[in-house]
């Protein structure tokens, strides 16, 4: 059974920063896209950045030039370094895989999320 499990999240001050960290683990056969998502309260879940397995990265524009993503794809982990934080990027983040199983079912995982609060 795969699992996906966020951590990191947390409260900090405008302009302040925060690691996400997402690790995937049980039977994996392989990870294609990892990403992660934001969902605000009474706001849709909205994609804040993803890399393919390549390392090929893309973000909102919302987050460009202050958030980071990287992956370890020997730990199967995907990362998120949000720097400048704004009060607008208070959020449950959540991080999504792309993956074939040990089955040879490829399907996309959520992991439960880590709220992120950022206000003075």
């Known amino acids: 059974q795969v699992q996906l499990v966020e951590s990191g999240g947390g409260l900090v001050q405008p302009g302040g920063s925060l690691r996400l960290s997402c690790a995937a683990s049980?039977?994996?056969?392989?990870?294609?896209?990892m990403n992660w998502y934001r969902q605000a309260p009474g706001k849709q879940r909205e994609l804040v950045a993803t890399?393919?397995?390549?390392?090929?990265?893309n973000y909102a524009d919302s987050v460009k030039g202050r958030f980071t993503i990287s992956r370890d794809n020997a730990k199967n982990t995907v990362n998120l370094q949000m720097n400048s934080l704004k009060p607008e990027d208070t959020a449950v983040y959540y991080c999504?895989?792309?993956?074939?199983?040990?089955?040879?079912?490829?399907?996309?995982?959520w992991g439960q999320g880590t709220q992120v609060t950022v206000s003075s």
């Open positions: 999504l895989a792309d993956l074939r199983d040990g089955a040879g079912v490829r399907n996309d995982y």
């Open positions: 890399i393919a397995t390549g390392g090929n990265t």
């Open positions: 049980g039977s994996i056969v392989r990870i294609y896209t």
